[in-house]
């Protein structure tokens, strides 16, 4: 059986979707997969991002994680992507990555990929299901493959009981165990569909 190659890609201003990401790509791994941990390009301009400690702080951490590309994404068999809320849909930065992604949709690349999607916002009921609901949209012009947790495991209770797709709310530094085991649920279940169309 071929080893699943999986691409976790994540946009985090404050940290949020880089600790659910990271949580992902390590359930991923432990599930057989290979993974790669990458999040997309910051377009704010400089000046903002250094005018907010809390952002500023979050970009150096991370600074030596990979940038996503239209080729990796063209090397994964599945994509786990992670993006907070921005007024019940996706961050601007994650959409700017989606819309480099033209050519390779032109050219069937992203048909037959298997997805997921999570998120977080400031507030319980901040828009998490519509922010979810936005990216799947954007799988369903692929041709995508879209694996939801649906409720098929406790953990999605437990956390919250989102079938769309784990959705935390944001600050939570380290996430809650809850959140983790139902993000986990979520990768593996995703890393177990990628398998049987891999074969
Ligand atoms: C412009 C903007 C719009 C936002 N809109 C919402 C919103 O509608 N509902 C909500 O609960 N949180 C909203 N938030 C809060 C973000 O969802 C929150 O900062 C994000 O989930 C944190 O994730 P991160 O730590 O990975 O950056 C907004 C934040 C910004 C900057």
Redesign the pocket.
């Known amino acids: 059986m071929s080893q699943p190659k999986v691409a976790v890609i994540y946009?985090?201003?404050?940290?949020?979707?880089?600790q659910?990401a990271e949580t992902a790509a390590e359930a991923a791994r432990n599930a057989g997969a290979e993974v790669r941990l990458l999040k997309v390009r910051e377009t704010a301009p400089k000046e903002v991002v250094e005018a907010q400690e809390a952002w500023r702080e979050?970009a150096q951490k991370t600074e030596d994680i990979p940038v996503a590309s239209p080729d990796d994404m063209e090397w994964a068999d599945a994509y786990i992507f992670s993006?907070?809320?921005?007024?019940?849909g996706a961050t601007s930065q994650m959409r700017a990555f989606i819309d480099t992604l033209g050519p390779l949709w032109m050219e069937g690349k992203l048909a037959d990929k298997v997805v997921t999607a999570m998120?977080?916002?400031?507030?319980p009921h901040?828009?998490q299901e519509s922010t979810i609901l936005t990216l799947y949209y954007t799988f369903m012009h692929w041709g995508a493959i879209i694996v939801t947790p649906g409720y098929t495991d406790d953990a999605v209770f437990a956390s919250g009981g989102n079938p769309y797709g784990a959705s935390v709310t944001?600050?939570g530094d380290p996430l809650g165990d809850e959140d983790k085991a139902n993000i986990s649920h979520q990768a593996r279940r995703l890393v177990e569909t990628t398998k049987k169309f891999i074969g």
């Open positions: 946009y985090s201003s404050y940290g949020t979707n880089h659910m979050h993006t907070g809320t921005r007024y019940g998120t977080s916002a400031q507030n901040g828009g944001a600050g």
